[in-house]
Each structure stands twice: as structure tokens, then as C-alpha cells.
T-cell receptor, first 116, second 113 residues
């Protein structure tokens, strides 16, 4: 069975500081991994995805994530936080096998606050 | 504009009063899905549909029904809502062959008293 674990339900950084949101996954097959962002009062939008190509994946708004198989991690980073980055971030893994193949399993989310 | 729409956006109802939340997409996507989002629990899948007349249970289907009579619509039905179904609900759709490009609706905040 596949799963994702997001470490830290709430992360607070200062504007201009490094953003690091942690995600670890569990999968018996090569995973497809995703980060979604949810701005206040909005639906989720895809930030970036890993689909077994390059291990360093770049997404929108300056975010990137690195797939590390040895650590079963897919942490999200951004070198310099902006106030507009304040949102909730979800890591997800794609289910594989069986009738539910392609469905997403989401982590519990990490709420990012950015202080001026 | 490609989008997933949900109605209503906000709904307050009472226990036992049947309700339907509509979801519609204009991208000709085969796959549609319903999730509920609760604080500290993330998103959990309720039901999904691979195509017209094909639906299947997700991780938390109890108390919900769905139907897929048309490709663009995927309504979520609560026959007898209970307070534990108070939640934020999201509909999503994607092209069946592109599993990671999932598009989400804006959400429906449901309160059952």
C-alpha cells in the first residue's frame, strides 16, 4: 500500500527565508509524486510533479522538489519565501495497481505562514 | 476557460434533509472524483468515476452516493446528511490517460446541524 507523510502541520518562515516542506512516501513500486497548493478559499492546483524522469523537479512560482529514492523523500523547497506563498501544501502519491490505479493519496497538508 | 464548477459553494442544512452537490467540467475528461477535506486529515477520496456509468468507492464512501449519467457531470448525493459530514468538499477531473493532471473545483463548504 502507498502512503505519504508530511512532517509538520504548520511551518512558519520569514519573508525572504528558505522554505522547506517535508514529504516522505511509502511505495512498493516506483512512485509518481505530486505537490499541490491550496490558497485560502480556493481549490487545489498542481505545483509540480515527479513522474520518473529528472529527480529535481521545478514547478510554478519558484518551487522545486527533489526525489530521493534512498530517503523515500520528496521535499518541497523555495529559496526565498514571498508573502504570496502563504497557503496549505499537500504532497500526494499516485496509487498503482488494481482498479483504483491513478487515484491520488494525499498527505494531511502543511500550512505555510510567511512573516513580514 | 477550462474549469471544474461546483454548486452550491456554501450550504447549511439540517440532519436528514437530502441534498445534492453538483459538479461539472468542460474539459471532456473521463475521470471525475469527489474528496472531502477535514482539518488535520488532508483530502480523502469519497467516490470516483472512470467514465459514464462507471463509478467506484474511494476511501470514505459511507453516507454518500454518486451518479455519472453524463460525461461532464458528477453529482454528490447525501441521502440523509449527518453532522459528521460537515466538511469541505472538492470535485476533481482529469484526462484518463494523463493521471497527474487533476483539476479541482473551488470547493463546497457543507455544514450539517
Amino acid at each position: 500500500a502507498q502512503s505519504v507523510t508530511q512532517l509538520g502541520s504548520h511551518v512558519s518562515v520569514s519573508e525572504g527565508a528558505l522554505v522547506l516542506l517535508r514529504c516522505n512516501y511509502s511505495s512498493s513500486v516506483p512512485p509518481y509524486l505530486f505537490w499541490y497548493v491550496q490558497y485560502p478559499n480556493q481549490g487545489l492546483q498542481l505545483l509540480l510533479k515527479y513522474t520518473s524522469a529528472a529527480t529535481l523537479v521545478k514547478g510554478i512560482n519558484g518551487f522545486e522538489a527533489e526525489f530521493k529514492k534512498s530517503e523515500t523523500s520528496f521535499h518541497l523547497t523555495k529559496p526565498s519565501a514571498h508573502m504570496s506563498d502563504a497557503a496549505e501544501y499537500f504532497c500526494a502519491v499516485r496509487k498503482s495497481g488494481g482498479g483504483s490505479q491513478g487515484n491520488l493519496i494525499f498527505g494531511k497538508g502543511t500550512k505555510l505562514s510567511v512573516k513580514p | 476557460e477550462a474549469q471544474v464548477t461546483q454548486n452550491p459553494r456554501y450550504l447549511i442544512t439540517v440532519t436528514g434533509k437530502k441534498l445534492t452537490v453538483t459538479c461539472s467540467q468542460n474539459m471532456n475528461h473521463e475521470y471525475m472524483s469527489w474528496y472531502r477535506q477535514d482539518p488535520g486529515l488532508g483530502l480523502r477520496q469519497i467516490y470516483y468515476s472512470m467514465n459514464v456509468e462507471v463509478t467506484d468507492k474511494g476511501d470514505v464512501p459511507e453516507g454518500y452516493k454518486v451518479s455519472r449519467k453524463e460525461k461532464r457531470n458528477f453529482p454528490l448525493i447525501l441521502e440523509s446528511p449527518s453532522p459528521n459530514q460537515t466538511s469541505l468538499y472538492f470535485c476533481a477531473s482529469r484526462n484518463r490517460e494523463i493521471p497527474y493532471e487533476q483539476y479541482f473545483g473551488p470547493g463546497t463548504r457543507l455544514t450539517v446541524t
